[in-house]
């Protein structure tokens, strides 16, 4: 099992930044990736950024360039610096870890809870 905790979410304006937290705890070892993904009014859930437990990092393409997906290993905690952001990143955010299940044969994933992010002037 693995738990998730989001936080650092909240309202910020067009232009400004915030980073997002993600800690996980229990069977920490098991997970081969973890990552970002929002759902906003309306919309289905998208895949926002990435990053493997080898450090290999992937983005959407409506947010490369703004954010940045980091992890400490030592707090086993994954970050996500929002920077630029747009009303258009309005959104639930929810952090996601990817494990192998029946010996490799299949992966699962596990969810936080969600943050909001809500940009607006």
């Known amino acids: 099992q693995v738990q998730l905790v989001e936080s650092g979410g909240g309202l910020v304006q067009p232009g400004g930044s915030l980073r997002l937290s993600c800690a996980a705890s229990?069977?920490?070892?098991?997970?081969?990736?973890m990552g970002w993904y929002r759902q906003a009014p309306g919309k289905q859930r998208e895949f926002v950024a990435a990053i493997t437990t080898g450090g290999s990092t992937n983005y959407a393409d409506s947010v490369k360039g703004r954010f940045t997906i980091s992890r400490d290993n030592a707090k086993n905690t994954v970050y996500l610096q929002m920077n630029s952001l747009k009303p258009e990143d309005t959104a639930v955010y929810y952090c996601n870890a990817r494990v192998p299940v029946a010996g490799g044969l299949w992966e699962y994933d596990y969810w936080g809870q969600g943050t909001q992010v809500t940009v607006s002037s």
């Open positions: 229990g069977s920490i070892a098991s997970i081969n990736a």
